[in-house]
């Protein structure tokens, strides 16, 4: 029974020894080493955040998104006419590549909607809507008139 005991002694003693002598060497560099490992908490933070992100970002998938384009040359006109979507929320994105300030707006069933007016890049509007036709056109002033205008039918 004795022998066994002292042979545990013996080996817990030296892992102290050499734990001892380890922490002692390293204690120069620990400080270094502190920092790092506090910088890998922050990081694991981070990634904890961007989690919460990405399940926000499914609940908000569910929007259906529509693009249209102004003209690129500054005609008066949009690249389509006719665009269409389901029920739901309803993201249009305009993108406007010329110098001619433009915006989107989405009429119909108690909904008016716009963009904000712009030049050369891209605005967007989300709408929640029900089946049914609306009207969606550039709010410039004489630009409906021009024929930057067409029907979004929802259903
Ligand atoms: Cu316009």
């Given at each position: 029974m004795r022998k066994p005991i002292l042979i545990l002694v013996a080996v817990l003693a030296t892992l102290a020894l050499l734990a001892a002598g380890c922490g002692?060497?390293?204690?120069d560099d620990s400080g270094?080493?502190?920092n790092s490992s506090s910088s890998g908490s922050e990081s694991s933070g981070a990634e904890g955040n961007g989690a919460d992100t990405t399940e926000t970002g499914g609940g908000g998938g569910a929007a259906t998104s529509l693009k249209l384009t102004a003209d690129p040359g500054g005609a008066l006109k949009f690249d389509e006419t006719e665009l269409s979507a389901k029920p739901g929320k309803v993201t249009i994105v305009m993108d406007n590549p010329s110098s001619v300030p433009h915006a989107v707006?989405?009429?119909g069933k108690g909904?008016?909607?716009e963009t904000k007016t712009l030049t050369k890049g891209t605005a967007d509007v989300t709408v929640d809507l029900k089946a049914g036709k609306y009207e969606f056109y550039c709010p410039v002033d004489g630009h409906r008139e021009a024929g930057m205008e067409g029907t979004l039918t929802v259903g």
């Open positions: 002692g060497d390293d204690s270094n080493s502190g707006e989405v009429e909904v008016e909607e």
